[in-house]
């Protein structure tokens, strides 16, 4: 039975991606609970088919109270059958309904929406650039993907179990009042109205607020996050009470915005529990009245003050079910900033695989200037020929980096080309060209995972021993075997943690290294590969390198000279443009820029500032 329910719905079905999605916050939602209409429109039945039950035994028991008035056996002998339908009807068919609408809310809808809101917003925020990431804390995004779908999920809810049903409750109140005597429809009609003005006031100010107080809780977990993530450095420079005084000014601001939320929750509970007075003394007031004066019967006024109370009971339930359901939305709106942000950077729709035949690498006309202007690159026109290796060098900021992430295609070129085999890679797939790059970054940064997954993360379909030889390769095998978690797993399988906190730096960056090797990309990009190696290590790992580079074409950037000087070419960048190339011992008998590198550089170490001298 709980299968069926919840087979129902299939969160992970396929939909119309957009790179565009809706920023405004219903039609936000409804590309998302298109694939639920159909289990809506019964869920809407059921919960008025639950009111109407609700307000039924109200009204029968008003009928008991009256029947109870005459002879105890005639009231059995004549209404025997009918009591026994009634009573089948409450042990049989009332649950069968009450199981049903919540098998739906429950099993059918609030499972599957949450997943596939999650889904694909994590499918949407995995599409954006590295840039957009850059732009924004790690831990906020992620908070922000996991607090939207439970808040939807909720607020979906809420209009199910509380909005729909109630709506049908009144109604059936209204209609049973009316029944009863007219008259005592006319202090409910004020009541619902002054009700109505109350859930107006505390859902305009309810919403923002919520609103509010989620960003605040958002920047809590992004300083909090940012503090664990760089634990490192806190505890190297003793900044233990830095990062709480600057967690504190957030979680101090979150402590604010949520006062202000729960001030609207009090006065409306203070002013709910006087309508509700209200509402009891005048209804029941006047159907006692009624039947003071011979116009009522005792069943009715047992039925109204039934249904007061219930309705008293209800009101505080639907109050909080329609500020719990507008706080949700605000969560919901706060979680759009981020899930339904435009990604800018795109495929064409006619863009196919790029297809690498040699790997030449022509740059034309290349400027970016990351919208400033200023800094990047200016202008720079470079051919690279298939099998050629190409060392980088410049100052700090004199655009290198900037290079590499066009190659990669992390930011869309201001200005120029950069083309791969005579390919344009803007009119190429992302994927295509990433995966024909191989790229080790000086940060070497690994995934809370296995050895063994993130080396094979590098080509997921490599055999065992493929793997194994990669590793042996980056010279990480050794290592690799005599590594333990905290779980007891080992080698291969032992979990390096969370950015590969758990190794040194050189033990990562062979790893990276082993990744990179089982690739096997025919060109590749280097940012100081070994830089987190000891001289002993870098020796083997440079003739490694040298064997991963045969063959294919290769920009190294790199400020340890000693690693580019048997590269075919050199570079030197200065301001964004190339100012300076050739082999390195053309570069030393120019006496230029590289010369002065050379000249000021500690066991082959590019000093940048004293360069910059």
């Known amino acids: 039975m709980f299968k069926f329910f919840e087979n129902l719905v299939d969160p992970y079905c396929d939909y119309l991606e957009t790179d565009r999605p809706p920023t405004e916050l219903w039609p936000f939602m409804a590309q998302y609970i298109r694939p639920f209409r159909k289990v809506f429109v019964v869920v809407t039945i059921m919960s008025i088919v639950v009111a109407g039950v609700e307000i039924g035994l109200i009204a029968y028991m008003g009928r008991i109270v009256d029947l109870l008035s005459g002879d105890p056996k005639q009231v059995w002998e004549n209404h025997k059958p009918e009591f026994l339908v009634i009573a089948a009807f409450v042990l049989l068919l009332r649950p069968v309904l009450q199981a049903a ?45 996991m607090q939207t779908p439970p808040a939807a999920g909720e607020a979906v809810f809420q209009v199910f179990d509380a909005i729909t049903f109630s709506i049908a409750y009144f109604i ?111 209804v029941v007031g006047w159907a ?18 039934a249904l007061t109370l219930r309705l008293n009971a209800m009101t505080g339930w639907i109050m909080w079910a329609l500020t719990s359901f507008f706080r949700q939305i605000g969560v919901v709106a706060e979680g759009m900033e981020t899930i339904a942000q435009p990604i800018n950077l795109v495929d064409l729709s006619s863009a196919e695989a790029l297809n690498v035949t ?95 997954e993130n080396i094979l993360y590098g080509r997921p379909t490599a055999t065992e021993q493929q793997m194994i030889d990669a590793a042996k390769r980056a010279e990480a095998h050794d290592f690799i075997l005599d590594l333990e978690d905290s779980q007891g797993r080992k080698g291969y399988d032992a979990y390096v943690g969370e950015r590969g906190v758990k190794l040194s730096g050189g033990q990562r960056q062979r790893i990276t290294l082993a990744r990179v090797i089982l690739k096997d990309a025919p060109i590749l990009l280097l940012d100081e590969a070994t830089s987190a190696l000891d001289s002993e290590v870098e020796a083997i790992i440079q003739e490694t390198l040298y064997g991963m580079m045969e063959g294919k074409t290769v920009i190294a950037i790199a400020h340890r000279l000693s690693t580019i000087v048997q590269m075919d070419r050199i570079l030197v960048l200065d301001r964004g443009q190339i100012v300076e190339q050739g082999t390195h011992s053309e570069l030393l008998l120019s006496n230029g820029v590289y010369s002065g590198f050379w000249r000021r550089q500690s066991g082959g170490f590019l000093n940048a500032d004293q360069a910059a001298e």
């Not at 209609?175 to 003005?197: F, K, N, Q, T």
């Not at 006031?201 to 992004?222: I, L, M």
């Not at 690279?384 to 070129?413: N, Y």
Request: proline letters at 2%; hydrophobic letters at 45%.
């Open 288 to 305: 006692m009245w009624l039947w003071m004066q011979s116009q009522a019967s005792v069943g009715v006024v047992a039925a109204a003050t």
């Open 172 to 282: 059936g109140a209204g209609i049973l009042l009316s029944e009863a005597d007219p008259r005592l429809l006319l202090p409910l009609l004020i009541w619902v109205a002054l009700y109505g003005c109350l859930v107006g006031w505390t859902v305009k100010r309810v919403g923002p607020a919520s609103k509010t107080a989620s960003d605040a809780r958002s920047k809590v977990t992004g300083r909090v996050v940012d503090a664990y993530t760089n634990i490192h450095s806190v505890k190297l420079f003793s900044h233990n009470n830095l990062e709480l005084d600057y967690a504190r000014e957030a979680i101090e601001l979150s402590r604010k915005t949520f006062q202000t939320e729960m001030r609207i929750y009090t006065t409306m509970d203070v002013v709910l529990v006087l309508l509700n007075g209200v509402l009891i003394i005048a």
């Open 358 to 452: 040699s790997g030449e690498l022509k740059i034309q006309a290349l400027s970016h200037h990351y919208g400033r202007g200023t800094g990047g690159l200016d202008t720079i026109n470079l051919t690279v020929r298939p099998g050629e290796k190409i060392g980088l060098v410049g100052r700090s900021g004199a655009g290198k980096s900037t290079l590499v992430k066009l190659i990669l295609r992390f930011h869309d070129v201001e200005d120029g080309r950069v083309l791969i085999d005579d390919q344009d890679i803007a009119m190429v797939t992302q994927d295509s060209l990433r995966d024909a790059i191989g790229m080790v970054q000086q940060e070497s940064s690994l995934l809370h995972r296995s050895v063994r």
């Open 101 to 145: 609408d919540v098998l739906l809310l429950n099993n059918a809808v609030l499972p599957n929406l949450g997943t596939l809101i999650r889904w694909r917003a994590h499918k949407h925020v995995l599409r954006q650039s590295v840039g957009w990431f850059e732009n924004d804390f790690a831990g906020r995004i992620a908070n922000r993907i």
